[in-house]
């Protein structure tokens, strides 16, 4: 069966400082990758899409990037976190007609 | 107008009462349907996907799609205290499954 692991939980940083949060996919092959952010009163809002290595779609311009180096890993990077950085950060997998299906999400404070 | 418009309650029931759970949307386009599950400082869970009009049933839970109307529903029967969440309908078309959110339905389900 399939999983979803993203890690941390939870992340408190300060500004300016670095940030990279991962996601793995266990159990399929070639899946799209997500990662969305989710703010009190807001939705979720896609940041970034990707359908293969190397391959991602920024779709909201902001202090982040997202990079997928192997076929079941996608990272979430920041070279200077913002305080409006702070959020709850989900990543997200779907496979043709299947998902998407979300990890357990991290919960990142910037102070 | 929002592509997706959804009640963010509260909703507060006793337990083993039917619920009610609804999204409107404006695009025609879109085609297929799905609700989650989002319990606190979790992830969403895909409860439901609905491909077309008409009505999908897994136990307690039933989804209803009406694209004359754009209306999409989730029924709760016999509901319980363990469903007390956060409900989110979410919308798409394509295969990339990159999702139009509602904002969520808080969900109290009391013993």
């Known amino acids: 069966s399939q999983t979803i692991h993203q890690w941390p939980a939870t992340l408190v940083q300060p500004v300016g400082s670095p940030l990279s949060l991962e996601c793995t996919v266990e159990?399929?092959?070639?899946?799209?990758l997500y990662w969305y952010r989710q703010a009190a009163g807001r939705g979720l809002q896609l940041l970034f899409y990707?359908?293969?290595?190397?391959?991602i779609s920024s779709e909201v311009p902001q202090n982040l990037s997202a990079s997928r180096p192997q076929d079941r890993q996608f990272i979430l990077s920041s070279k200077k976190l913002l305080l409006s950085d702070s959020g709850f950060y989900l990543c997200a997998w779907s496979v043709r007609s299947q998902g998407p299906f979300f990890g357990q999400g991290t919960r990142l404070t910037v102070v | 107008q929002k592509e997706v418009e959804q009640d963010p309650g509260p909703l507060s029931v006793p337990e083993g009462a039917i619920v009610s759970l609804n999204c409107t949307y404006s695009n025609s386009a879109f085609q297929y349907f799905m609700w989650y599950r989002q319990y606190s400082r979790k992830g969403p869970e895909l409860l439901m996907y609905?491909?077309s009009s008409g009505n999908k049933e897994d136990g307690r839970f039933t989804a209803q799609v009406d694209k004359s109307s754009k209306y999409i529903s989730l029924f709760i029967r016999d509901s319980q205290p363990s469903d007390s969440a956060t409900y989110l309908c979410a919308i798409g078309a394509g295969n990339n499954r990159k999702l139009i959110w509602g904002l969520g339905t808080s969900l109290a389900v009391n013993p």
């Open positions: 990707s359908v293969g290595i190397g391959q």
């Open positions: 609905t491909y």
């Open positions: 159990g399929t092959s070639n899946p799209n």
